[in-house]
């Protein structure tokens, strides 16, 4: 789904020339300059140098990578995006990174793998406190950087502070259990949680906040140090937090990497010491990133990949409820979801109404810049994402399918409006490529076999959904669907949250399953002490508990 162009150096936006800059005055999409909000970051780019590592923000003087926002501001004589710039760092930097991170877990008997949960709960709770103070700096990148509304980006850094909070709340639940002891066949025993090691964590640019920190900080928390590389588009919207990560966390606990993939995150893959891999993105990268590990079996993965979850329409749905879950389900954030519904089968006896009012539905969406009031469809950062979009609509129109709307119209440069693509077909590009974006093919069927066999041979198997009434049409659905996806929705769109429910997928989709709670259990182990039960070992037992003398082995309970 994402990063697919992470070792390919993502190319600058250019500057736009006279007849380009007319055309989108004349669309009136990009504002002029004097008209831009205020913190404007093109008046004044946001030029990061610093980079955390074994608690010290440091300061780079090595190159550095420009960043471009989707958004333009335009003048007389052009047009300009040019927003910051951050620390291109070397594969040494790394290196050190990663020494940090190993030292402060030193075998597990560092400070912070070591310390009680009741501390490092404490640690994590200082964090929130200072992260939620700089919660306008962050919603302010969040739509420089990546184009996400202001509303959908309040809601990224909220839903982000909420799922902390839940952790800590899972966490203290889960140790409670943890600090009882059983006796079984004569043997007394403590199973606990411990962490693994050193994680690398690399989040994407659609959520590069909330779905980072939801692997971020359940690795933390579990006593896990960490090296945080943030994705290529949304690096910025981090450097608010650079010093509630150096003040609330002991020395190497979390470090950041900046950079091209290649030059820092090889290094860290080759040297054998990374022990889990948080990753979301493409599974091209993430195996490419698997495979450079020298002992893969001793890394634990937690991947969010693709997906290309589709909705089925059935003959008796809700047509109001369909189209309306359908649309924001296929264009929330422009598309730019994992969870995204990214085909529609649509029966055939339903197929020219449902298609008629989803085309309604469409155009009545507000566009515009991320600050825009209520506005729905926004730029996409991705360089080169419209003329990937453009190839897949033309892939289908010169095979065949329909193009409903002329939403080239609508659309320049970083901006793209909906593509609705009818009469889509296997031979189509569109049918199988995760488009990540605003267009969206519909299918026409008349046998719920079709729909089915498109997921069993999907690649991908996240989530569906199912829009009807007819309970034995859904039960046979349900049935067959969830052996192919982790997730059925039924009259509802597909979605990750409530970040209680687990968030998962098969075969290119997903490893690993993420939730508040599963994300404590996936960043450490089951470990356990016994002893048989004998009067000698139960008055070594008492002592450890009475005087304290153990983090471990300990009944403390947290209220
Ligand atoms: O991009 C994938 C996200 O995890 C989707 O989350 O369904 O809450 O938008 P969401």
Redesign the pocket.
Known sequence: MLMLSYFVKIKSMPILDRETTYIMRTKNIFPSIEHLPEPNFIKKPLRQVEFLINGIIEKWNGPFEKVYSPVYGVDEEKAVNEIGSYPLLSGCVALKALDAARKAYDSGRGEWPAMSVESRIEHIRRFVIKMKSKREEVVQLLMWEIGKSRKDSEKEFDRTVDYINDTIEALKQLDRISSRFTISQGIIAQVRRAPLGVVLCMG?Y??PLN?TFTTLLPALIMGNTVIFKPPKMGVLLHKPLLDAFAESFPAGVINTVYGDGQEVIAPLMESGFVDVLAFIGSSKVADILKKQHPKPHRMKSIL?LEAKNPAIILPDADMDQAINECVTGAL?YNGQ???ALKILFVHDSVYDDFVGRFKDEVEKLKVGLPWDKDVQITPLPEPGKTEYLDSLVNDATEKGAKLLNNYKEKSDFSFFFPAIVSGVKSNMRLYHEEQFGPVIPIVKYSNLDEPLEYVVNSNYGQQASIFGENTSEIARLVDTLVNQVCRVNINSQ????PDELP?TGRKDSAEGTLSVSDALRVFSIRTLVALKETAGNKEILTDILKENRSTFLSTDFIF
């Not at 597909?494 to 949250?497: A, D, K, L």
Request: net charge positive.
């Open positions: 994407p659609n959520y779905e969010g929330s979801r994992c969870t597909c979605q990750r949250g968030f």
